[in-house]
């Protein structure tokens, strides 16, 4: 899985603290990031159409719905596709004692246990929202933390 999920989760999880569009920029700075990775990261989520890109003064990314109705797994297969962690080479059928293609008319052992922790990472990652994660940063740091986040981000920026 790659970094930029991480941001993006964070990312989702802010938003839901904002009561107007973030921009990328004021993101990145929250999160003392890259703010040309963390676009890529905001460009996949509005693709995937789980954010949406507010142009103008006051422009910015807001969710496109609540947070209860998206998951990390959205979030991941946004960032990084939907392709299972695990692709079979069929590297039984290679070398000195390979078995011949005929003979693999099912998957091998190998590949059948890591498509099952491929489907059990994945509806793990599925049960778990964005609200789920903002109820636990609240819980983890105390009920203050949004109203924190929510006046950093109306504060105007240092670029401002």
Known sequence: MSGGVEWALHCCVVLTAAESPVPAARLAELHDVSGSYL??????????GLVRSVQGHSGGYALTRAP???????????????????????????????????ACTTPCAISRAMTVADSAWRAALRAVTIADLARDVTADYGPDTFAGIRGWLAAPSGDD
Do not use: H, M, N, Y
């Open 39 to 48: 676009a890529k990261q905001l460009q996949s989520l509005s693709r995937a």
């Open 68 to 102: 209860e109705l998206i998951t990390v797994l959205d979030v991941v297969e946004a960032v990084d596709g939907a392709r299972p962690a695990f692709v079979c080479t069929e590297i039984r059928q290679r070398g000195p004692l390979a078995t011949l293609p005929e």
